[in-house]
Structures are given as C-alpha cells and as structure tokens.
C-alpha cells in the first residue's frame, strides 16, 4: 500500500522560508514522476511543481523562481524548498506520486504565510 507522509509545513512571515519534505512508503521500483500541489481556503487544488525520476522539472508560474522541487530516489523522497514566501502561497501543501494508473495524495500540511 502506497502511503505519502508530508512534514515541514509551518507559521511564517513574508519574505521567509519552509521546506516540505514527503517521504513515499509501499513504492517498488519509484520510477513516476512525484511533486506538490496546495489548496488554499475556497480554491481549487493547483499544481506547484513537478519532478520526474530522470529529474525534469516543472514550476506553476507564481512559484518559478521562488520555489526549488528536488527528489532523493534511493530515499523515495521530494522535498519543495520555498523562499520569498508571499501572504497568497497559504494554503494546505499535498505531496503526489503519479503512477502510470493513478496518483497517490498525501494528507496534506499547513502552510501559513502572515503579512
């Protein structure tokens, strides 16, 4: 049974910095691409950044140069380092696996950016 665990997530002020971690159980052979998606409070889930196994990545546009998405395959491991936080990245940070049928969520950590 594939199971994501997040950690990481936090209270910070604008202008600082978190890193997510998700470490990944019950994956043989993680070859899928892995990543973060948030929901913020009335939004829809959106995409913040994705990492395939080879190590392509890919960054939503509000993040792109703020944002750092990096992946530890020995450790089935992402981590999303997040710099220059802004008031609008609140919102609660998944962790994805995308495998070839479907995708596996994590239960999600709170990302709270104060002003």
């Known amino acids: 049974q594939v199971q994501l665990a997040e950690s990481g997530g936090g209270l910070v002020q604008t202008g600082g910095s978190l890193r997510l971690s998700c470490a990944a159980s019950?994956?043989?052979?993680?070859?899928?691409?892995m990543g973060w998606f948030r929901q913020a409070p009335g939004n829809q889930r959106e995409l913040v950044a994705l990492?395939?196994?080879?190590?392509?990545?890919d960054y939503a546009d509000p993040v792109k140069d703020r944002f750092t998405i990096s992946r530890d395959n020995a450790k089935n491991t992402v981590l999303l380092q997040m710099n220059s936080l802004k008031p609008e990245d609140t919102a609660v940070y998944y962790c994805?696996?995308?495998?070839?049928?479907?995708?596996?969520w994590g239960q999600g950590t709170q990302v709270t950016v104060s002003s």
């Open positions: 019950g994956i043989v052979y993680n070859t899928y691409t």
């Open positions: 990492i395939s196994y080879a190590g392509s990545t």
């Open positions: 994805i696996v995308r495998r070839s049928d479907r995708d596996f």
